[in-house]
């Protein structure tokens, strides 16, 4: 069952092709460049790049899966290698298939005709999200399963982070199972939250921000330093260079509080009250940098910590743009091992930031159970959807 899967949430185009949890073709179009003399993702360029690129992401995604040894090419060497072959139709024959064959190493020839055969389904990111940035993807999603008769399935962007964990490439590795319930945490850009992973496609927010994700407040502390966008990538590159050291002790919000809630915008503020009572210690950058990161980093540890010990779940899946960073994955080892526990990160850097390939894998879970959207008019982008 392949799916074709969009996402443009945030400040990435991203198509992908899927089939169950193996991803066939993912491209992933990053705006990054644009954004970065803005110091965050302007909404407004965001739409246009959006409105620009996505048929080129979608066809791009299309030629990938069209190389793929095992799909198309495969199929008709082996048609080709077994003799003779039988034209499939009239404007089908032996000769233009043996040509056929030799270009497609090339190009895609029948975008058209591939597109209705190969593709199953259409997924596509409903939201959280940035509204005009959703808006494109839901567009073109609309576009492509009318023109094809597809039916059309939503996703929630945090479900997609979450399942990013058992995202397979196309040879099916990793080869991880599913063994519930998970304590999940999202870290991205936008999101820091706690989820109950019950079962396929059954989630409980157990815990979030209340104002500022970790990731957020990693780009914002990059700002203040004059480190540019996106902040996370730099801060952690610093950090390691003096040894990810805490030589300044920044607060740790809500460590005291009971819940599992976070708040990262009380530390931004001191961070950023700090710089300005000691404006010449930008000059020790490197060691603001790595402070700033474990005040976030030792907050989601012990508050994770929290949580296994309130949910008693020791199985943790990490999901989203932060866990790239390898000082948290190894804070988080670390923390499991305690708990005689296991944690499961995404398996390829792609899969930690923003791509339709994690989009597509849930949407496969949701075919199984025959959710596709009934009125394809009516589907609407939910900016501040909830999983
Ligand atoms: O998941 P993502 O690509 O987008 C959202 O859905 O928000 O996450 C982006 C966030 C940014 O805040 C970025 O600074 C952070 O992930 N990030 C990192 C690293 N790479 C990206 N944070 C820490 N360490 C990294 N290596
Ligand atoms: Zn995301």
């Given at each position: 069952m392949n799916i074709l899967a969009i996402d443009t949430s945030c400040d990435e185009t991203?198509?992908?092709?899927?089939?169950?949890?193996?991803?066939?073709?993912?491209?992933?179009?990053?705006?990054?460049?644009?954004?970065?003399?803005?110091?965050?993702?302007?909404?407004?360029?965001?739409?246009?790049?959006?409105?620009?690129?996505?048929?080129?992401?979608?066809?791009?995604?299309?030629?990938?899966?069209?190389?793929?040894?095992?799909?198309?090419?495969?199929?008709?060497?082996?048609?080709?290698?077994?003799?003779?072959?039988?034209?499939?139709?009239?404007?089908?024959?032996?000769?233009?298939l043996r040509r056929s064959f030799a270009q497609t190493s090339t190009r895609l020839t029948n975008y058209s005709d591939f597109f209705a055969n190969k593709i199953d389904y259409i997924a596509v990111t409903q939201g959280p999200g940035l509204a005009v940035a959703l808006e494109v993807g839901i567009k073109k999603a609309k576009e492509l399963a009318k023109k094809y008769q597809k039916k059309l399935i939503s996703v929630n962007h945090l479900e997609g982070h979450i399942y990013s964990v058992f995202v397979q490439n196309s040879k099916g590795n990793p080869k991880r199972?599913?063994?519930?319930?998970?304590?999940?945490?999202?870290?991205?850009?936008?999101?820091?939250?706690?989820?109950?992973?019950?079962?396929?496609?059954?989630?409980?927010?157990?815990?979030?921000?209340?104002?500022?994700?970790?990731?957020?407040?990693?780009?914002?502390?990059?700002?203040?330093?004059?480190?540019?966008?996106?902040?996370?990538?730099?801060?952690?590159?610093?950090?390691?260079?003096?040894?990810?050291?805490?030589?300044?002790?920044?607060?740790?919000?809500?460590?005291?509080?009971?819940?599992?809630?976070?708040s990262f915008s009380g530390l931004k503020t001191s961070f950023y009250y700090f710089l300005k009572k000691n404006p010449n210690k930008t000059s020790e950058v490197k060691l603001l940098a790595s402070s700033f990161q474990e005040a976030v980093f030792d907050t989601l540890i012990k508050k994770t910590e929290k949580a296994i010990k309130q949910t008693g779940i020791n199985r943790?899946?990490?999901?989203?743009?932060?866990?790239?960073?390898?000082?948290?994955?190894?804070?988080?080892?670390?923390?499991?091992?305690?708990?005689?526990?296991?944690?499961?990160?995404?398996?390829?850097?792609?899969?930690t930031g923003d791509n339709a390939a994690?989009?597509?894998?849930?949407?496969?879970?949701?075919?199984?159970?025959?959710?596709f959207v009934e009125d394809i008019d009516q589907l609407d982008r939910i900016p501040r959807m909830n999983l």
């Open positions: 991203s198509v992908a092709v899927t089939d169950g949890r193996k991803v066939l073709s993912n491209v992933i179009y990053s705006q990054v460049l644009l954004h970065k003399k803005w110091g965050g993702v302007v909404p407004s360029i965001a739409k246009r790049a959006h409105e620009e690129r996505i048929d080129f992401v979608v066809e791009e995604s299309l030629k990938k899966l069209y190389h793929q040894k095992n799909l198309f090419t495969s199929e008709l060497a082996s048609r080709l290698s077994a003799g003779p072959v039988t034209p499939r139709s009239s404007s089908e024959s032996e000769g233009s199972d599913f063994k519930f319930p998970y304590l999940a945490l999202i870290v991205s850009g936008g999101h820091t939250e706690f989820v109950i992973f019950k079962n396929h496609l059954e989630y409980e927010i157990i815990g979030q921000t209340l104002d500022d994700a970790a990731g957020e407040a990693l780009d914002k502390a990059a700002k203040l330093l004059g480190l540019g966008y996106p902040g996370g990538p730099v801060i952690e590159r610093l950090a390691y260079e003096v040894g990810n050291v805490d030589s300044h002790s920044f607060p740790r919000p809500m460590l005291k509080s009971k819940d599992l809630n976070f943790l899946v990490v999901g989203g743009g932060v866990i790239a960073n390898k000082r948290l994955r190894n804070l988080m080892r670390s923390l499991v091992k305690k708990y005689q526990g296991e944690v499961l990160f995404p398996t390829y850097k792609y899969l994690m989009i597509g894998v849930v949407a496969a879970y949701k075919a199984e159970k025959g959710l």
